[in-house]
């Protein structure tokens, strides 16, 4: 590169105006840098991501929760109170090298499905009482979404109580990978309220959770994609996680704002009306899963 300038060194001031150019140039960086002047970050790669979170999940620790944090590139797992020291050096041990990916979290109460084996209100079977989700339809067949771990164990759900009257058959029950449950209305004289359209999740979302135990709570969307494995060793995977709080029987009930649905209780902590740590099943996927058409 040519070091251009407006007027020529004279005789007189040569020496001094040589010592400028020379200070000039030696500011100026070169024009070309090749390989070796390449710097290499630090951040790890998605691959590198993708592996700690596999990592986590080969660990087999019950009681944890794990998402990939892309704004932070990191990998952020919360650990409910059955995890033990050990049990969280194991998770942190096995991201081997990549060990500064790792971000572990800790939250009081145990992960779990949200069912309660009392009766109570909303739908219940066998013992079982969960919350209903929201109402969807496919041609002339109408049915209600809640939790899959719920329809696992119910075959008929009845209103007010288990010898009550009917309410429908449970027709799809996804558990654990999913957290789903069809129950297709048996009964033309019950009212299917709706008035819900789908939406796709976002991360600081304000929502709704309502159920069955504990009613109404509000709060944000904290991550989406989370991967859970709740006490029991069942793994659940690409939820939504709030910062609403949730109890026995909340299963089932449906995360919203306004008119938009997002998902159902699938579970998590919390002693309401305090914060705590929720889990829900996407409505998206249930919807294209199977054809339906939320209303």
């Not at 009392?118 to 079977?125: D, E, R, S, T, V």
């Not at 996680?241 to 699938?266: H, M, N, V, W």
């Not at 309401?272 to 054809?291: D, E, M, N, S, W």
Request: glycine letters at 12%.
């Amino acid at each position: 590169m040519k070091l251009r300038h407006t007027a020529s060194c004279r005789t007189a001031a040569r020496v001094v105006c040589l010592t400028v150019l020379a200070a000039l140039i030696g500011l100026m960086a070169p024009v070309t840098a090749g390989p070796a002047d390449a710097t290499e970050s630090d951040e790890p790669t998605d691959a590198e991501l993708a592996e700690v979170a596999d990592a986590v999940e080969e660990t087999d620790v019950e009681g944890v929760a794990w998402y990939t944090d892309e704004a932070n590139n990191e990998v952020v797992v919360t650990a409910d109170s059955t995890v033990s020291v050990g049990e969280q050096y194991m998770v942190r041990r096995a991201a081997g090298v990549e060990q500064d990916a790792l971000t572990i979290k800790r939250v009081s109460g145990v992960f779990g499905p949200l069912r309660a084996v009392y009766p109570g209100a909303a739908i219940y079977g066998r013992g079982v009482r969960c919350t209903m989700g929201f109402n969807v339809r496919k041609g002339s067949n109408y049915y209600l979404l809640t939790a899959g771990h719920c329809g696992k164990l119910v075959p008929y759900w009845h209103a007010r109580s288990s010898t009550g009257k009917l309410i429908g058959r449970t027709v799809v029950a996804a558990y654990p990978t999913r957290d789903y449950a069809l129950v297709k209305y048996d009964r033309r004289w019950l009212s299917r309220p709706g008035g819900y359209s789908w939406a796709k999740p976002r991360v600081g979302q304000a929502v709704t959770r309502d159920g069955s135990t504990t009613g109404s709570h509000s709060g944000r969307i904290t991550a989406v994609s989370v991967t859970v494995r709740y006490v029991g060793g069942y793994t659940v995977r690409g939820l939504i996680q709030t910062d609403i709080c949730g109890e026995s029987g909340d299963s089932g009930g449906p995360l919203y704002r306004g008119s938009k649905a997002f998902g159902i209780t699938s579970g998590g902590v919390g002693d309401c009306p305090g914060r705590g740590i929720t889990f829900y099943q996407p409505v998206g996927i249930v919807l294209k899963a199977h054809g339906l058409r939320i209303y």
